[in-house]
């Protein structure tokens, strides 16, 4: 049975360089030093970007998931994103995008995962460690996702992303 409601999604996202190479780790190593994450290494400012917009929110078939589309803010206008994840696990949350972008990224407490990011210029190899993640839509309307994200040849970043959902 499917279920469908219009939502208002409030998205706060924190993100900063640091120092790391997901690509030449091995996942341990990864795991090891994310202590050393904790602190924006650059001196630069974190970057923060606070979005609302207006979604929806569906459950069909043990899965949730929530779409909006992304605006000129994000950079990424025309493009649609949707969150998604299975209700029995609920720790593993998907974030597919689709339009002038494109891109499928899976993040699961403690493990990298290899993923390609299109754009109009190019096209990225990506790989994303998520170090910590709550999804608590069911009950509370809230996922924090706590991150780190690396195109290959470029400086590591890492993300600090919740998003709440309210009818």
């Known amino acids: 049975m499917l279920t469908e409601k219009d939502i208002r999604i409030y998205i706060d996202s924190v993100r900063y360089e640091v120092e790391a190479s997901l690509f030449s780790q091995e996942i341990g190593e990864v795991e090891s030093e994310i202590e050393l994450f904790e602190v924006n290494d650059n001196g630069d400012e974190p970057e923060r970007m606070q979005i609302k917009t207006v979604g929806k929110y569906s459950v069909a078939d043990g899965r949730a998931e929530i779409s909006y ?5 994000t950079g990424m ?9 299975d209700l029995n696990s609920p720790e593993i949350v998907t974030m597919l995008r689709t339009g002038s972008v494109t891109t499928a990224l899976v993040f699961e407490k403690g493990k990298r995962h290899h993923c390609v ?6 096209t990225f190899e990506v790989c994303v460690h998520t170090i910590d993640i709550k999804n608590d ?3 509370k309307g ?26």
């Open 77 to 85: 206008e025309g493009a649609k994103t949707l969150v998604y994840f």
């Open 117 to 122: 990011y299109n754009t109009p210029y190019m």
């Open 69 to 73: 589309d992304e605006t000129e803010l």
């Open 137 to 139: 839509i069911e009950s």
């Open 142 to 167: 809230n996922i924090s996702i706590d991150y780190m994200v690396e195109i290959r040849g470029a400086r590591a970043e890492r993300t600090k992303f919740s998003m709440k959902i309210m009818e």
